[in-house]
């Protein structure tokens, strides 16, 4: 098991009762729950911004056999599916190919929104933000190829199982959460590029974000039988096939694995601080926004901004699987799991509430100090701009662009993607220094006074605990 040891403790006590919010006596191990559940396998990753993912497998891919789920082991992600195009879109209004409040009748060119034509369109936000009014679907799959084209699946017309995509309500009216919403934002994003959908999403997400063990492509599970988790109904009843097709790619046809995921959504919260080479900071923010006053979803993202489980991600529901992925963005930490039974979710709110307890109890709720702002010097050529922003502490060194610092409970602060702990301190002198601790290093930057740079100091001290280089 590569899983941290206070994972391994967590899942050997996992609270039945979550509906409360707090731990109650009725504990489980993760095996007696999956007993209990008829859940065959389950795949769990914890990762934190600046560090390695770490996952492990439980259990097994298919009732019956003895074929272990891996950390490699590929799921169906189910609506996180969304959460990933989402960040794709997101990337194609960055490029500037897709504009984020145009219309979308301006990118179809295989198909067209009915009953539109002399009203107010539907923009690209609306659909990654489950507000343009469409029909209310949710995508059970195909259980054998040939599954329907997408074309087909938004007319209602071949072997389609759903109806077609209308309006049915006024566009940004309201939110109601539906697939069709992504079934057309996916052909939004074809149309508008010429490339099919499982190629653009590899070189929009997949590729860049290492994401190795994921595809959008509808044959991926059939290329490796051996490394996919096989779905189950509730009770432990296989789905014939082990599968079903998703010719609604977008909106719940990804295959990935909890580690995969975790790199996305760590990547979304790098971006949120300002430290993403993929998506700019104000698009981060705005996909971590809510889109609808008193909601709980921003563009493609789940949210719960309370105080005792503050987080960002996505969940997931198709026929024989269930998963989740989280960041809880005051720890800079993601959690994800995945199970491959529709009796999964039980559990792995489980593990969710293991979680919330875990990282969302280390939320900071004061005020950063506003006098801590200003410059510092670590050296005469490496000034480090400290400002405050939106309530939130922001850090410039030398040359960089600031991120956004994370704060922790002891009063330091983390950079999002870099082993650096921030620290300000007071001394007889001065009113703040900066601390800068570096892979067990511990430098000191001063402030910047009267409009004079101070000769600084560089105090190095190394911490007593041994450092273990070479792994």
């Given amino acids: 098991m590569d899983l941290p040891q206070d994972w391994v403790s967590l899942l050997g006590e996992l609270d039945r009762q979550v509906s409360s919010g707090r731990l109650s006596p009725d504990t489980a191990a993760l095996s007696e729950l999956m007993s209990s559940y008829d859940v065959p396998g389950v795949s769990i990753a914890v990762g934190q911004m600046g560090a390695q993912v770490r996952a492990a497998g439980f259990g097994v891919t298919a009732a019956g056999t003895s074929t272990p789920v891996t950390a490699s082991t590929a799921f169906a992600a189910c609506s996180i599916s969304k959460h990933v195009a989402a960040f794709g879109a997101l990337r194609l209004v960055q490029a500037g190919v897709l504009d984020l ?5 301006d990118y179809l060119t295989s198909w067209h929104l009915p009953g539109r034509e002399d009203q107010q369109g539907v923009t690209v936000r609306q659909l990654l933000a489950h507000t343009a009014g469409l029909s ?3 995508y059970r799959g195909y259980a054998a190829d040939p599954a329907p084209s997408l074309l087909q699946v938004l007319d209602g017309t071949g072997t389609t199982t759903t109806p077609p995509v209308r309006p ?3 566009p940004g009216s309201r939110f109601r959460y539906s697939g069709s919403h992504y079934s057309v934002l996916q052909q939004v994003m074809v149309d508008a590029t010429g490339t099919p959908f499982e190629d653009l999403l590899r070189t929009l997400v997949l590729e860049p974000l290492a994401m190795a063990d994921s595809s959008f492509d509808k044959q991926f599970p059939h290329q490796r039988p051996d490394q996919v988790a096989h779905g189950h109904h509730g009770g432990g009843t296989r789905i014939p096939g082990g599968w079903r097709t998703q010719p609604e790619l977008a909106a719940a046809g990804l295959w990935s694995t909890p580690t995969d995921l975790l790199r996305l959504d ?5 971006a949120v601080s300002a430290g993403s080479k993929l998506l ?3 698009l981060a923010i705005q996909m971590c926004t809510t889109q609808i006053p008193g909601g709980s979803y921003g563009l493609g993202t789940e949210l719960d901004e309370r105080a005792e ?3 960002f ?3 997931g529901l198709n026929v024989g699987y269930t998963c989740f992925s989280y960041v809880w963005p005051d720890s800079g930490i993601g959690v994800a799991a995945m199970t491959n039974s529709e009796d999964g979710w039980e559990l792995l709110v489980s593990i969710r509430a293991a979680a919330d307890r875990r990282y969302a109890a280390a939320r900071v709720t004061a005020a950063p100090p506003a006098d801590v702002t200003g410059r510092y010097v670590l050296r005469d050529d490496y000034p480090i701009d400290i400002a405050l922003t939106d309530g939130h502490l922001t850090l410039a060194a030398s040359t960089q662009q600031p991120v956004v610092l994370l704060a922790g409970p002891d009063g330091s602060y983390r950079h999002p993607d870099l082993d650096l702990e921030v620290r300000f301190v007071r001394t007889d002198d001065q009113p703040h220094v ?3 601790r570096q892979e067990g290093l511990t430098q000191t930057a001063r402030p910047v006074t009267g409009g004079q740079l101070e000769q600084p100091t560089l105090s190095g001290s190394v911490v007593d605990e041994p450092r273990v280089t070479g792994r």
Avoid at 101 to 105: H, T, V, W, Y
Avoid at 266 to 270: C, G, H, P, S, V
């Fill in 101 to 105: 409040d145009g219309d979308i009748g």
């Fill in 309 to 311: 489980r503050r987080r």
């Fill in 434 to 436: 900066l601390e800068l």
């Fill in 280 to 282: 700019d900071h104000d």
């Fill in 313 to 315: 991600g996505h969940t």
């Fill in 168 to 170: 049915t309500l006024l």
């Fill in 266 to 270: 760590l990547e979304i919260a790098r």
């Fill in 136 to 138: 209310d679907t949710w």
